[in-house]
């Protein structure tokens, strides 16, 4: 009687598979699952370095325009490196002044193309290195719109002169530290997304 009992009630042992097998607890597959990355955090990284980032771009270049320009070159390093404010309407580091809209277009276009970016980042060294980018290319963008001679024509404060090198400004330094960070991540095989691949 009590063997047609067990045949026919419920079942002591639960058995959602109907093969037998216990089913998993809910709350242990939890613990067994692997904890999905934080992107909040990382988009906050992003966004930290590029305030950071353009806004000592933008005090440095004040001070500059308030204190050096029209003043001779202030030496750091003796003659290996000086601060001497010039105006610059082409690319960092001077390269093709002709090209000023291009080059302001190309900076609005960094832009939103890291913003659209910020949505899927759970790295935080790759957070790093956008926002050098973003602040960097904000801190340029910000003088192609308001300094002289024009809206998006305008001519980057750059101050930054070593010795047998052009002379740049902590926008452009932000944007080469953040394009060499992006290298090597790549190298390394970690995406944006925080997955590391071996290809």
Partial sequence: ??????????????????DGREQPD?????????????????????????????LLDLVSKMIVVAKLEHHEPIEIIGDWLRFAAIRNAGAAFGIGEAFT????????????????LARKLYSVPWAIALGLLLGGALGNLTDRIFRAPGVFEGAVVDFIAPKHFAVFNLADSAIVCGGILIVLLSFRGLDPDGTVHKD
Avoid at 29 to 48: K, N, S, T, W, Y
Avoid at 101 to 116: C, P, Q
């Fill in 1 to 18: 009687m009590a063997e047609a009992e067990r045949i026919i009630g419920t079942p002591d042992t639960p058995d959602a598979t109907g």
């Fill in 26 to 54: 809910a709350e242990q597959e939890r613990e067994q699952a692997p904890e999905r990355p934080r992107g909040r955090r990382r988009v906050a990284v992003l966004f930290a370095v590029a305030v950071f980032a353009y």
């Fill in 101 to 116: 809209i291009i080059f302001t277009v190309i900076a609005a276009s960094v832009i939103v193309v890291i913003a659209r």
